[in-house]
């Protein structure tokens, strides 16, 4: 293995004593039994009720060392400053009291009440020879060193036998925040005979808790500039943002965050995780006047990006009606509506950080006026913007930087990542590809690329464009190359789709129904409900999505009025056109269309009036995937009358060929083709990175060799 870097702030570049540490631990981390060491910089930062920020410059754990808080100084500096050896030893106690109290709320890691497996040392590095000091000083506990080569003495000594890994992935996942992914209470099974779907459930919310380092790292390292994070439905590009915005609120809370997103529904989720992984640093609740959590419209009652920055610029915001007059034939009353604002030339830097969700469904033009309302130098401007190449319900196409932001007087991309990317800290990188799904069933992943596709239909509605692309987004292709004509197969393996639920007696992971009307698809639907709920789930485990877009009002108003009959209580979001209902309330079954249903998700998922689609299109295919994707555990399918055959069809042969997906290659110059958003360089190192991946695999090394690999910087992420 190898030592792992993670800078998580800019003062990375002006910090010449860190880096140095940094760079000698890298050189000489075999002979101090450091391979299998991380090394975070300025990171965790501890905040109290005073405010006071307690984080050392380096913090190393080691499974043979524990923690090692490290407080860097420039000799020159330290004599020159009022800051004495005894008042840095207090901060690095507290900040060791900070992260010991932390530690021993895990079962995992308590040796006793009060004392935890993993040791944490405390020292203070000079550049140079100890300065002369005070009576004060000769009392501190933690270890002084004028050397690297003192500080590798000192790792020598504090040297024991290693952790085991399961200790250790436990202490990363305290450190690293994974625990604000935990359900906050205790998931109540009196009778697990009883109860099974609940014990399956409360398993499965166990294993998420610990989503992996790598989407970890994503949300802890800063790059200094714009970038991107791209991946499937459940690959936590929503939660890696709401990481990102508390982790730079604890480091600088003075600076101003934005967090944007499309689905009005979505804004109290980002809301209570921005706040779990806050609490998790801080005896206090985020300063939302600095972090502000905005739809990208807004509304004469709701915040929003656009009517903020047009109430910044003294400019009255259009309404729907107006901009949708304004749009045209040629696009979308959003586009027209933010090109309008940004027309008036008024538009001015004002947030620190721009963090855009769900960034599929946002116009060019929204970049656009994201770049404006963002301070900074061009390449130094903080945005960082997420989405999902397959869940583009509004049916806009990949768009590569240059399109998003467009380009300066003399035709020079606002944005360009790889300009951008030999700018960033070791180990990091301002392109992400999340290919690994937390959030579905394989079975359920599989099925919902199958429909999305119409790879089981009988004409294939739209394509990913590359056997690349297919491995971006968590497959292996196991024909040859993609040739008009040829038979394809990939299969999707159980490292992508990592979690997992025991298929339960009566509760199969996917189920189906055609009804022969409406009324007899609202009887099954609460039907299904009710079983859920014997089977252990809470109402606000389950979800209801309408497909039917003409007639949502009339199936969910059904469903709720038979669910009333039966004494169960639900939450229809539509029900309130002009505000933000919250998505999910306790005791509740939730009741959504599509649209309102995006970025949120439901351990049950029932997705009817599917025979309303039109799976012909582009639109309807991706309706369908959307809605699947909402599912964490179970997923049920229904329609009605005689229109669901063929679609149901197609999903009954997808979970039979699960995990694999078999078709015949169209001629992509006939069909929608998704774009992979690739760069030419940037689709070169992609491959040569998928390439030495799959030798790696031939050669029988397994996940965990492979990561090890990467870490060493053999493959480029």
Known sequence: MTLEIVVTTSRWKNDPTSRGLVGYLQEHQVDMGLTDAVVYYDFPAYVDYEASVFRPDVLILSPSHGFIAVRTLDNTLFQRSEESLAEIDAALDDFSSNLHSRLIRSRELR???????????????????????TGDDEDIESTVCASLE????????????????????????????????????????????????????????????????????????DVGGPARIRGLAGSGKTVILAMKAAHIHLVDPDSLILITFFTKSLRATIKTLVTKFYRLYSDNDPDWRKVQIRHGWGGSNIPGVYSDACSRSHTTALTFSEAKRLAGRDRTPFSAA??????????????????????????????????????????RKSIIWAYDELQDIMNVKIRQPIELFGTDDQGIPLVNLDR??????????????????????????????ALGFGVYSKSIVQMLESAEHWEDVGYDVVTGPLITGAPVEVVRPDRNSPLSITEIEGYPIIDAFEASDLDEEVIWVVDNITSFI????????????????????????????????????????????????????????????????KGNEAAAVIAVGIDAVEVK????????????????????VSGAFSSPSSIIEELRTAVKNSPKISFTM?????????????????????????????????AGLSEEEIEEEIQQGLIDE
């Open 534 to 597: 014997a089977g252990g789930l809470q109402p606000e485990d389950i979800l209801v999505i309408c497909l039917d877009d003409r007639n949502a009002k009339h199936y969910l108003s059904s469903v709720a009025e038979q669910l009333a009959v039966s004494g169960i209580s639900s939450n229809n979001v539509i029900a309130d056109p002009y505000n933000e209902p919250p998505f999910t309330i306790a005791g509740k079954i939730t009741l959504s269309t599509v649209y309102r249903a």
């Open 111 to 133: 040796r006793s009440r009060t004392a935890s497996v993993v040791e944490i040392h405390t020292l203070v590095l000079l550049g140079s020879e100890l300065p002369a000091t």
């Open 420 to 449: 951008t990317s030999s700018q960033v800290p070791p180990g990091a990188t301002n392109d992400a590809v999340l290919s690994k799904a937390y959030r579905n069933q394989r079975d359920v992943l599989v099925s919902a690329h």
């Open 666 to 698: 169209p001629d992509l110059n006939e069909i929608d083709t998704i774009q992979r958003g690739f760069s030419k360089k940037q689709a070169a190192a992609k491959r040569a990175r998928e390439h030495y991946l799959s030798q790696l695999r031939a």
């Open 338 to 379: 933010c090109a309008d604002v940004l027309e008036t030339g008024a538009v001015r830097p004002y947030y620190d950080h721009v963090l855009i969700d769900e960034g599929q469904d946002f116009p060019d033009n929204f970049y656009k006026l994201a770049f404006h309302i963002t301070k900074g130098e061009r390449d």
């Open 150 to 221: 003192s500080l590798a003495e000192f790792l020598n000594r504090v040297r024991e036998a290693p952790l085991g890994a399961s200790i250790m992935a436990e202490v990363r996942s305290v450190v690293e925040g994974a625990k604000a992914l935990a359900r906050p209470s205790k998931r109540s099974i009196e009778n697990p005979s009883n109860q099974p779907l609940a014990v399956a459930l409360a398993r499965l919310e166990n294993e998420i808790t610990n989503f992996d380092e790598k989407q970890r790292r994503i949300a802890l390292v």
């Open 617 to 636: 299109l582009r639109d309807g295919r991706n309706k369908i995937f959307t809605a699947f994707t909402r599912s964490k555990a179970w997923l049920r």
